[in-house]
């Protein structure tokens, strides 16, 4: 072999060399939060399910013995930041120890244990305390009982006939008392907490006071709080159309009787609009009732017309085959046909999660070489769903194959 060809080989070896040398750092590059462990959890008042959300949670790191605010920056993080509706913070850090610490108005700061990392860390509870004077949330007749609804969750050894009482003019009535949602304390296995209460009468109530109760961190409640009772020997159900033209007369129902609610139904301007019914709510989240059904509580009543408009609807959806490079991301592009004015949503499900990733938006993200189906679904506010099938093709790109055939060589791919 001449010189030159051997030189020419040797530039062209250097050549390849570079470039795998290049494409093994950007390969490195796409792995830069590989060594990351989450920590994540949630801030709590009293009881573990009444989570505090909108508190400041900020997060620390052990640095000569000192704490030092994390620069969360470093991997497209936020520090400090806002815990959601269930109270929950999240980070992902590097290898060290970390502290959180939550704040919020009115309430005493709180903070975690120093937390070695690794391991990982995923159901950091962080306890808060509110020392604000409770106060009565709430006080409703539900038929036979009377329901007691406090703001903060209470010392139950104050929760007593002597601090609650209910009166019939010039006397007593006494009661049974039930905790509604009684809850063990998040920091004592032996202590119970609870806000609403259940007060069952043996006697006509006309008034009903509370003082001296105490809130879970200690607080008495500011005032004596005093609610009046009016008797009555009957109950209105009212009906509303809630939309439609017309609906029916209002009924009273006699304490202690069952009520036949009406069978005639309202009507409705646009005929393509059905009646399906009743409900105590206008938007339908409430208890639903229908023409003729019996109704027992001994309280007012209020009954408003639920419409669907059976022309608005979703039709029928396509979704179109993508291809993504390993550790890529692509949108799923899909076509929905429904009626003008139907309102509906769109979910995605993948089948093999080893292969790609889908998020609630559509968009897929390669995990490893091969073929997958994402089934994308759409669905109306009448539940009707229409489905189509997208194929997932992950594919490596050229620097991505040099590395594997020089790791592996050809006779991995083959």
């Known amino acids: 072999m001449s010189k030159t060809v051997q030189k020419a080989l040797s530039v062209l070896l250097s050549a390849v060399l570079l470039f795998s040398v290049l494409s093994l750092v950007q390969v490195s590059a796409l792995d830069s939060n590989a060594g990351v462990v989450e920590l994540t959890g949630y801030a709590y008042e009293a009881v573990k399910s009444n989570r505090v959300k909108d508190a400041t949670a900020t997060i620390y790191f052990k640095q000569g013995g000192s704490a030092v605010q994390w620069n969360a920056g470093v991997y497209g993080q936020n520090n400090p930041i806002i815990t959601d509706s269930f109270g929950a913070f999240h980070w992902d850090v590097d290898e060290g120890d970390w502290q959180i610490r939550v704040g919020k108005s009115g309430y005493e700061p709180a903070e975690s244990t120093w937390m070695s990392v690794p391991p990982r860390w995923t159901n950091i509870e962080i306890p808060m305390v509110c020392r604000e004077a409770p106060e009565v949330a709430d006080v409703m007749k539900d038929g036979e009982r009377y329901l007691l609804t406090f703001s903060r969750y209470m010392d139950l050894t104050t929760i007593t006939s002597a601090n609650i009482k209910l009166a019939n003019s010039d006397h007593n009535v006494s009661y049974s008392l039930t905790p509604l949602d009684k809850e063990v304390s998040g920091t004592s296995s032996s202590v119970y907490y609870a806000k609403k209460f259940a007060l069952v009468p043996t006697d006509t109530v006309t008034s009903i006071t509370v003082k001296n109760v105490k809130s879970y961190a200690g607080t008495m409640i500011a005032s004596e709080y005093m609610k009046l009772f009016e008797t009555s020997l009957g109950y209105t159900v009212t009906y509303h159309a809630n939309g439609g033209l017309s609906a029916p007369e209002p009924q009273t129902k006699v304490d202690g009787q069952t009520l036949v609610l009406r069978t005639e139904e309202p009507t409705h301007s646009n005929p393509a609009y059905v009646f399906m019914g009743w409900n105590t709510e206008a938007d339908g989240t409430g208890i639903s009732y229908g023409p003729g059904s019996n109704y027992f509580a001994n309280k007012d009543l209020d009954l408003y017309a639920m419409w669907q408009n059976g022309d608005r609807i979703v039709r029928s959806i396509k979704a179109s ?8 991301s692509t949108a799923i592009p899909s076509t929905v046909v429904a009626d003008v004015g ?25 995990l490893k070489r091969g073929s997958t189906q994402v089934v994308v679904t759409a669905t109306d506010s009448f539940g009707n769903r229409v489905s189509a099938t997208s194929t997932v093709t992950v594919r490596y790109t050229i620097p991505q194959w040099i590395i594997v055939y020089l790791l592996f060589g050809w006779k991995w791919y083959l």
């Open 321 to 328: 085959n993508v291809s993504v490079n390993f550790r890529s």
């Open 342 to 366: 139907c309102r509906y949503g769109l979910s995605y499900q993948v089948k093999d999660s080893s292969i790609a990733s889908v998020d609630g938006s559509g968009v897929v993200k390669g």
